[in-house]
């Protein structure tokens, strides 16, 4: 497996504002993984993309993927207080074992 | 609640002495993993099980470390000697293991320091 690489590091909005954060990635891969971690309810899956997809909505979620490029995107539209968090994406190569690898992550705080 | 549970959630021991975790899955996911996770970090993976069987360990994983899933049910992580470098938050995973797009469900995990 490989790690993604998560930019920016940190990034700070109010609330409503949309936030966008990236990942890049090496190699190529079967599917693309977002997580999020915060104090409260430790580490949640919020969407998996698969490799022959490009777009992928889930509520105020909306992420995309280009293979092309090797980096995806995590978009969280409106965005509230309660998404502040960590955000990390662990993209997925396959092989046997299913293990994620994460990178630091994105740290958004959502300004009230 | 019928997520992962990970007990106890802080364990403060001083250097040298053992801790035990506990993992417990969701009840029919047979695939289970350790995490371990340093502040400012990413979780770095440790261990992976398909039931009973481990089937892979991290470089991570020294020889002070043990884990094991009797029954294919729950999980213990082992620390022996602990060390001051050991601190850091230890999360357990399971998934139900569909292939590639299985999803990891993690644990609240445990928070270990070591003085």
């Known amino acids: 497996s490989q790690q993604g690489e998560e930019d920016p590091q940190a990034l700070s909005i109010q609330e409503g504002e949309n936030a966008t954060m990236n990942c890049s990635y090496k190699t190529s891969i079967n599917n693309l993984q977002w997580y999020r971690q915060n104090s409260g309810r430790g580490l949640v899956h919020l969407i998996l993309i698969r490799s022959n997809e490009r777009e992928k909505h889930s509520g105020r979620l909306r992420v995309t993927l280009d293979t092309s490029k090797k980096s995806s995107s995590l978009l969280i539209t409106a965005s509230r207080a309660a998404d502040t968090a960590s955000y990390f994406c662990?993209?997925?190569?396959?092989?046997?074992?299913?293990?994620?690898?994460f990178g630091k992550g994105t740290l958004l705080t959502v300004n009230p | 609640d019928t997520g992962v549970s990970q007990d106890p959630r802080h364990k403060i021991t001083k250097r040298g002495q053992n801790v035990t975790f506990r993992c417990d899955p969701i009840s029919e996911h047979n695939r289970l993993y350790w995490y371990r996770q340093t502040l400012g970090q990413g979780p770095e993976f440790l261990t992976y099980f398909q039931n009973e069987a481990q089937l892979e360990k991290s470089r991570l994983l020294s020889d002070r470390f043990s884990a094991e899933r009797p029954k294919g049910s729950f999980s213990t992580l082992e620390i022996q000697r602990t060390e001051q470098g050991d601190s850091a938050m230890y999360l357990c995973?399971?998934?139900?293991?569909?292939?590639?797009?299985?999803?990891?469900?993690f644990g609240p995990g445990t928070r270990l320091t070591v003085l």
């Open positions: 662990a993209p997925n190569s396959g092989g046997s074992n299913y293990k994620l690898t």
């Open positions: 995973a399971s998934s139900l293991g569909l292939g590639f797009t299985d999803t990891q469900y």
